[in-house]
């Protein structure tokens, strides 16, 4: 089955304790993104990957970082939390067309930062 | 930049009643443009899409249409049912290599 997973599902940590969650694809895609959605915000991206090794900042990069080392995978990581980072945040992975492409999303991580 | 509106919720129907949420957007070129839907404690799935000015989308008994016009992407449905309560993200993406950029979402609750 083509899907995207994340994982953990549910996160509660503490400020400063560093985390990483887990983003894989089986789907061969090239493209890779993290988001948060927040209440009233909508999603925003947070970062992106365009292939292996190659990853840019989205709008809201700040206190996170990203590797793309293989294809099919693609980590988020909070180096040191902090309670603003609390969020729901999804992966999505799809691949690029000229036209119109689907993105794929993971279930989500919901992470509490207290 | 790019930049997707849509109208906030949440909206409140009855089971049968007739549903459009609204989109705008503001683009440089020639985007294409997404309707998705979140399911409570889901990601996001694709319901429709449109890649160039006239396109209908549809899928499930929704429907959009691509107006470069009035740059809009109207999501309609005939008859709601309890089941589409969730929340709908309007989309855009101006290349097949860039980002999506999204609406805050509309959330639907439909009642019996």
């Known amino acids: 089955e083509a899907q995207v997973t994340q994982n953990p599902r549910y996160l509660i940590t503490v400020t400063g304790k560093k985390l990483t969650v887990t983003c894989s694809q089986n789907?061969?895609?090239?493209?890779m993104s993290w988001y948060r959605q927040d209440p009233g915000l909508g999603l925003r991206q947070i970062y992106y990957?365009?292939?292996?090794?190659?990853?840019d900042k989205g709008d809201v990069p700040e206190g996170y970082k990203v590797s793309r080392k293989e294809k099919r995978n693609f980590p988020l990581i909070l180096e040191s939390p902090s309670p603003n980072q609390t969020s729901l945040y999804f992966c999505?992975?799809?691949?690029?067309?000229?036209?119109?492409?689907?993105?794929?999303f993971g279930p989500g991580t919901r992470l509490t930062v207290l | 930049g790019n930049s997707v509106t849509q109208m906030e919720g949440p909206v409140t129907l009855s089971e049968e009643a007739f549903l459009t949420i609204n989109c705008t957007y503001t683009?440089?070129?020639?985007?294409?443009l997404f309707w998705y839907v979140q399911y409570p404690g889901e990601g996001l799935q694709l319901l429709l899409k449109?890649?160039?000015?006239?396109d209908k989308g549809s899928n499930k008994g929704f429907e959009a249409t691509y107006r470069k016009e009035t740059t809009s992407f109207h999501l309609e449905k005939g008859s709601v049912q309890v089941s589409d309560s969730a929340v709908y993200f309007c989309?855009?993406?101006?290349?097949?290599?860039?980002?999506?950029?999204f609406g805050k979402g509309t959330m639907l609750l439909v009642s019996p």
């Open positions: 683009a440089t070129g020639y985007p294409s």
């Open positions: 449109a890649t160039k000015a006239d």
């Open positions: 789907m061969n895609h090239e493209y």
């Open positions: 989309a855009l993406r101006d290349s097949g290599y860039s980002t999506l950029t």
């Open positions: 990957s365009m292939n292996v090794e190659v990853t």
């Open positions: 999505a992975s799809s691949q690029p067309t000229l036209s119109g492409n689907e993105q794929f």
